[in-house]
C-alpha cells in the first residue's frame, strides 16, 4: 500500500457534532461535549476504508474563518493551507442557517468540500424536511446527513470521501450578490501568485474588503509589488460600497453570504421545523436557568458532583486499598519475617506503595470525571457558565473560565488547554496562571491521609470544603490582581452558545470517563512508577555502617529500657506503668546517660537514615527555607516528589515514615504524623501544597500553551512564593494558638 | 513607483483614460477631451508624449489603451486620490466638494513615504480593535462643543474629557437611537437595526447572524441580569449587558 494517505478534514461550528462524528470514523475515543470548544486543538486520527488510508484531522469548531480567535486561526490555517484533499463541512441540522454560514467561508476557501448534514435524526424528528437533490444540485456539492452519536451515515461518508477524490466540488456556485461579485472579481483579478500554498484569489479579495489583518499582511509578504495597490483599491471599493447600501462593509459582506444561505434554503426547504422543537430543552431552562432559582441549582449540581467524588467514590476506594494491602503484605512474605532485603523494600515500600497509594484515588478520580462528562455532554456546563459568568467578571475572570476551571478539578492538565476557547490571550493567560489552584484530583490523596490526621471527625468535611473554597477566593484574587497589573487590557465580550439539552449517552460518557482515567492509570503507572523509585532510592541510599545510636548504645551512653508488659492492660494503663519504668530508669541511670524505649531508638534510627540519605541531605539544604513553615526534613523530601506528580507526596510521606504500606487509610501513618506534627504545620502544609509548585506537567503545558517560558515561571515562582509567605504566617500564627 | 518625470497634467490624463476604460470600457481622444473639460486639440500631443513614454497604446484614430505600466501607475494615482478623499471625509469630516477637490490637488504630490504613512495611519484608525481611537471622537466633539478652539488645546480636552468621557458619551449616544437589546422586557421581540460592537465581538455576532432585520428575543437574565440569554434564528445565546447595548433594535 504505497498510495499516499488522503488527508480529510473535519470543520463546523462548534457543538455541531464533528467530535462525535471523528470519534465514529476512527474508531477513537475522543472528547465530546455538549458545549462549545472541546476540541481546543487540531487532532489527528486514522482510518481505512476499501484497502486505502486516509488521515482525518478534527479542526476546532468555529463559527466563521475570520483571525479573531485563535481556534478560527488554526481552522483557518488547515483549510487555506491546502494541507488537505478533501475537506468535509459537518453542520448541525437543527441549525442550519447559521451552520451553512461556514459552509459559505470554506466554499470561497476553494476546498474541496462534502457536506456533511449531522444530527439528521432530531432535525427529522422536528418535523424538518429537506430537498437533498435540490440541495446538491445548487451547491454543487455532495451532500451526506449523518447522526455521529450513533454512526449512521457514516460508511456513506466514507464512499463519498473516496469519491470526492476522483470529481473535487470546490463550491463555485457561491454567489454573493452581483453588486459584491462584481467587486469580488475585479480585485480577485490583479492577485495573480501560482507559488506554493497560494491563496484562492477570490477569498483573499472578500478578506482585503473586510480590511482582515492576516490577509494584508500575507498579500504584503508575497506581492509587495502590487499589494499597496491593492490593498488601498480594495478599501476603496469597500468605501464605495459603504456609501452606496448604508451598511458597513463587514455587515454587508456577512448579509450577502447569509443572503446565499437564506436563498439556498428557500429552494430546499420542504418543510420547517415545528416551533416548539426545542420545547421541552425551553421548559428545563425555564427552572433550571431561572433568574432566582437558576443559583440553587448550580449550587446544587456542584453539591452532587462531588457528593458523587466523595461519598459514592469511597466504598471502591476501600476495596481497592484493602487490594493493596493484601499485595504488600502477600510480596512481603516471600521474605523471612525482619528480614532487611533492599529488594523487598523497594517493591513493598517503593513500588506498591507509591503506585497504590495514587491508584487508591482512581475511583474518585473516574466519578469527577464522569459527572463533568455529565455536566458536558447534557448542556449544563454552558449554562453554569451563564449563571456565574457575572462574578467571574468581577474577578477579571470570563465566564467561559469557569469550564476550564471545572476541568482543573479534575485535572489542571486538560484544564489549561481547554483554555482555547477563550478568545482573548489575556483572559487565557490569567485563566492558566490561576488554574493550578483548583485543586486537582492528584491532591486529593493528599487531604485524604492529612484531614483525618490532624482534624476531629466533625471538622473533617468542613476542612476538605475550606481547601476546595481557599483555592477558588485565592484564585479570583490573584486574577483580579494580574488583571490590574501585568495583564491589565480591555473587558472581553462573553459571547457563547447555549445548546439545546440533549440527554448524554451512555457509551460517550464511558469512554470519556475512560480515556481520561486511563490518562490518570497511565501516569500512575510511568511517573509516578519511576518517581517512587527514584524517591525510594535517595531516600535510603546511602546507608549508614552504623548508626550512631547504636555506637552510643554500645559505648553506654544511652540505655535501652525493653521490659516486657503484661499483655492483658488496657492501652492508659500500659502508658502509666511505661513512665513508672522509665522514671526509676532515669533515677537510677548515671549522669550523661539517655534512657529511651525501644520504639524511640527506632524512631531516632530512621531519623538518623534519613538525614543521611540523598534526600535528607536535600530536605536539609532546603530546611532554612522550609523551616519558616513549620516543615522538618522529611516534609521537605516529599515536597521534591511533589514537585513530579502531587500524588507522590503521599507515597512519599509512607517511605520516609517507612511503613510496610503505603495508603491514607493505613491508621499508623496518619498516627504517626499527628504524633510528629502539631495541626499548625499540618494547616501550612495543606496551603502549601494547594498553592505552591504546581506539577511539572503543568508548567510544561503552561509553557506550550502561553508560547513562553515566561509565563511559565512566572506561575510555577509566583505561585510558590505566594504559598511560602501565606503557608509561614498560617504556620507562625498557629502555632501561638495551638 | 513613478520613477519617469511626469507632470501633473499628464498624470490627470491617465487617471481619466483608467476611469474610462474601467467605467466604458473603451476611451477616444473625444471622451477624454469631455471628460477633462479641454479642447481635442490639446489632448493629441499629450496622448503621444504619454505614448512615447510608454504608458498607453495610442495609435491615430484608435481606441487608446492604458500599458501595463500606465496601469500600474493609473491604479496608483486613482487609489491615492480614493485614499484622500476618504481622509478628508471620514476623519475630517469635510464635505463631499471639498474633499474631492482636495485630493484632486494633492494626489500628484504625495511621495511614496508620504502615500505609505498616510495609508497605515487611516488604516490604524479604521482597524483598531476599538472603531475610532477615541483621539479622532474627542477631536470632533471638541470641535462641536466649541468651534473656534484647536482640538489639543488642554483646556478644551479637559472639559471633554470630564462632559464626554468616552462611556458616558457612548451611552448618551446609545439613548439617542432606537433603544438596545439590552432594553428589551423579558420575552419581547425586537428587530436588528445595527451591531455598534467593534473589532473581534462585532465580527463573530455578524458570522452569528445578527444582520440588520433579523428577529431577536430577550429570553432571559442570569440572577443579577447581567449576562443576557437571547434567542435568534433558531438558537440561543448569551451576551454580557454591555454587549447587548451595542446591539441597536427597533421594538
Known amino acids: ?738 | 513607483m513613478v520613477e519617469s518625470p511626469i507632470t501633473n497634467a499628464l498624470e490627470d490624463y491617465i487617471e481619466t483614460i483608467y476611469l474610462l476604460v474601467r467605467d466604458n470600457k473603451l476611451a477616444r481622444v473625444k471622451d477624454i477631451a469631455k471628460a477633462r473639460g479641454v479642447k481635442m486639440g490639446s489632448v493629441t500631443p499629450a496622448m503621444k508624449r504619454l505614448a512615447e513614454m510608454d504608458y498607453i497604446s495610442y495609435e491615430q484614430r484608435e481606441y487608446i489603451d492604458l500599458t501595463p505600466k500606465g496601469e500600474q501607475l493609473a491604479r496608483s494615482i486613482v487609489a491615492r486620490h480614493d485614499l484622500l478623499r476618504r481622509f478628508f471625509k471620514e476623519v475630517l469630516h469635510m464635505s463631499d466638494d471639498a474633499a474631492e477637490a482636495d485630493a484632486c490637488s494633492m494626489e500628484h504630490h504625495l511621495s511614496d513615504e508620504g502615500m505609505d504613512k498616510l495609508t497605515r495611519f487611516f488604516e490604524f484608525i479604521g482597524n483598531c480593535p476599538d472603531g475610532n481611537p477615541s483621539f479622532i471622537d474627542r477631536f470632533h466633539q471638541c470641535r462641536a462643543v466649541q468651534p473656534d478652539l484647536n482640538g489639543y488645546d488642554s483646556k478644551c480636552n479637559d472639559h471633554i474629557c470630564r462632559e464626554h468621557g468616552s462611556g458616558h458619551c457612548k451611552r448618551h449616544e446609545r439613548r439617542r437611537a432606537t433603544k438596545s437589546l439590552a432594553d428589551l422586557q423579558v420575552g419581547e421581540t425586537g428587530k436588528i437595526a445595527q451591531v455598534k460592537a467593534k473589532g473581534a465581538i462585532r465580527q463573530r455576532l455578524l458570522d452569528m447572524g445578527m444582520l440588520p432585520n433579523t428577529e431577536i428575543t430577550l429570553e432571559r437574565l442570569a440572577p443579577s441580569g447581567d449576562p443576557v440569554w437571547v434567542k435568534m434564528q433558531g438558537f440561543q445565546l448569551s451576551l454580557r449587558k454591555n454587549e447587548a447595548e451595542a446591539i441597536l433594535v427597533q421594538g
Open chain 1, 1 to 738: 500500500m504505497s498510495e499516499p494517505v488522503i488527508r480529510v478534514a473535519l470543520a463546523g461550528n462548534p457543538n455541531s457534532g464533528k467530535t462525535s462524528l471523528f470519534n465514529v470514523l476512527t474508531g477513537s475515543r475522543r472528547n465530546v461535549g455538549n458545549y462549545p470548544g472541546v476540541t481546543v486543538e487540531k487532532k489527528g486520527g486514522r482510518f481505512t476504508h476499501n484497502g486505502k488510508d486516509y488521515e482525518i484531522a478534527d479542526l476546532p469548531g468555529t463559527y466563521s474563518l475570520t483571525s479573531y480567535s485563535p481556534e478560527e486561526r488554526i481552522a483557518r490555517r488547515e483549510i487555506l493551507g491546502g494541507g488537505f484533499d478533501v475537506a468535509v463541512v459537518v453542520v448541525d441540522s437543527t441549525n442550519l442557517r447559521r451552520n451553512l454560514y461556514l459552509l459559505t467561508q470554506v466554499m470561497l476557501a476553494e476546498a474541496n468540500i462534502i457536506l456533511c448534514l449531522n444530527m439528521s435524526d432530531e432535525a427529522q424528528k422536528s418535523g424538518q424536511m429537506l430537498d437533498l437533490k435540490q440541495m446538491e444540485a445548487l451547491l454543487g456539492l455532495p451532500i451526506v446527513e449523518t447522526v455521529g452519536n450513533r454512526g449512521i451515515g457514516v460508511d456513506v461518508l466514507k464512499d463519498t470521501i473516496e469519491n470526492a477524490l476522483a470529481n473535487p466540488a470546490k463550491g463555485e456556485r457561491l454567489v454573493l450578490g452581483e453588486r459584491l461579485d462584481l467587486v469580488v472579481d475585479q480585485l480577485a483579478e490583479m492577485i495573480v501568485d501560482d507559488g506554493e500554498g497560494a491563496r484562492p484569489p477570490r477569498w483573499l479579495a472578500v478578506k482585503l474588503l473586510e480590511n482582515d489583518s492576516l490577509s494584508k499582511q500575507w498579500i504584503r509578504k508575497r506581492l509587495p509589488e502590487i499589494s499597496e495597490d491593492l490593498i488601498i483599491t480594495a478599501q476603496n471599493r469597500a468605501f464605495e460600497i459603504e456609501e452606496e447600501t448604508a451598511l458597513d462593509i463587514s455587515t454587508y459582506i456577512a448579509d450577502r453570504h447569509y443572503g446565499y444561505v437564506n436563498g439556498l434554503l428557500k429552494e430546499v426547504v420542504l418543510q420547517e421545523a415545528r416551533e416548539d422543537s426545542r420545547r421541552l430543552s425551553d421548559q428545563i431552562d425555564a427552572i433550571v436557568c431561572n433568574r432566582f432559582f437558576g443559583p440553587f441549582f448550580f449550587m446544587l449540581s456542584m453539591y452532587m458532583l462531588f457528593y458523587l467524588t466523595f461519598s459514592v467514590g469511597d466504598y471502591p476506594m476501600g476495596w481497592i486499598e484493602a487490594g493493596f494491602e493484601w499485595l504488600g503484605g502477600l510480596v512481603s512474605g516471600f521474605w523471612p519475617e525482619g528480614s532487611d532485603s533492599p529488594l523487598r523494600s523497594l517493591i513493598v515500600d517503593g513500588i506498591i506503595g507509591g503506585v497504590g497509594g495514587v491508584i487508591v484515588f482512581l475511583p474518585n478520580i473516574a466519578l469527577l470525571f464522569l459527572g463533568l462528562a455529565f455536566l458536558e455532554d447534557s448542556g449544563y456546563m454552558a449554562r453554569a457558565a451563564f449563571l456565574v459568568d457575572r462574578v467571574m467578571h468581577k474577578f477579571g475572570l470570563h465566564g467561559k473560565s469557569f469550564i476550564p476551571m471545572m476541568t482543573g478539578f479534575g485535572c489542571t492538565i486538560p484544564g489549561i488547554m481547554a483554555t482555547r476557547t477563550l478568545e482573548n490571550e489575556r483572559d487565557r493567560l490569567t485563566t492558566m496562571m490561576v488554574l493550578p489552584l483548583m485543586s486537582c484530583g492528584a491532591r486529593l490523596p493528599i487531604w485524604m491521609l492529612l484531614i483525618p490526621a490532624f482534624f476531629p471527625e466533625h471538622w473533617r468535611a468542613p476542612m476538605l470544603f475550606f481547601i476546595y473554597i481557599f483555592g477558588i477566593v485565592l484564585a479570583a484574587i490573584l486574577a483580579k490582581v494580574l488583571r490590574i497589573t501585568v495583564l491589565r487590557g480591555e473587558e472581553t465580550p462573553f459571547v457563547m452558545e447555549l445548546p439545546p439539552y440533549r440527554m448524554p449517552t451512555f457509551k460517550a460518557m464511558m469512554s470519556k470517563m475512560g480515556e481520561r482515567s486511563w490518562l490518570y492509570i497511565r501516569k500512575a503507572g510511568t511517573i509516578i512508577l519511576a518517581i517512587s523509585i527514584v524517591l525510594w532510592a535517595i531516600s535510603s541510599y546511602p546507608k549508614l555502617d552504623q548508626s550512631p545510636i547504636d555506637a552510643k548504645i554500645a559505648s553506654g551512653k544511652i540505655q535501652v529500657i525493653d521490659q516486657q508488659l503484661p499483655e492483658n492492660l488496657s492501652e492508659q494503663e500500659r502508658d502509666a506503668a511505661l513512665e513508672q519504668i522509665i522514671g526509676k530508669a532515669k533515677e537510677s541511670a548515671a549522669k550523661g546517660v539517655e534512657v529511651l524505649t525501644v520504639n524511640e531508638v527506632e524512631q531516632r534510627k530512621l531519623t538518623e537514615d534519613l538525614d543521611y540519605s540523598v534526600a535528607g541531605r536535600i530536605g536539609s539544604f532546603l530546611e532554612p527555607v522550609l523551616s519558616p513553615m513549620g516543615f522538618d526534613v522529611r516534609i521537605s523530601t516529599a515536597l521534591l516528589g511533589a514537585f513530579a506528580a502531587k500524588e507522590v507526596f503521599v507515597a512519599q510521606m509512607g517511605i520516609v515514615f517507612s511503613l510496610g504500606e503505603v495508603d491514607e487509610e493505613s491508621e499508623t501513618l496518619r498516627d504517626k504524623l499527628a504524633k510528629a506534627y502539631n495541626p499548625a504545620v499540618a494547616l501550612s502544609l495543606m496551603i502549601f501544597l494547594l498553592v505552591a509548585t504546581p506539577c511539572m506537567a503543568t508548567v510544561a503545558v503552561t509553557k506550550r500553551e502561553s508560547g513562553s517560558w515566561k509565563w511559565a515561571m512566572l506561575q510555577l515562582c509566583g505561585l510558590t512564593v505566594l504559598a511560602w509567605i501565606i503557608s509561614t504566617i498560617v504556620y507562625q500564627v498557629g502555632v501561638l494558638f495551638l
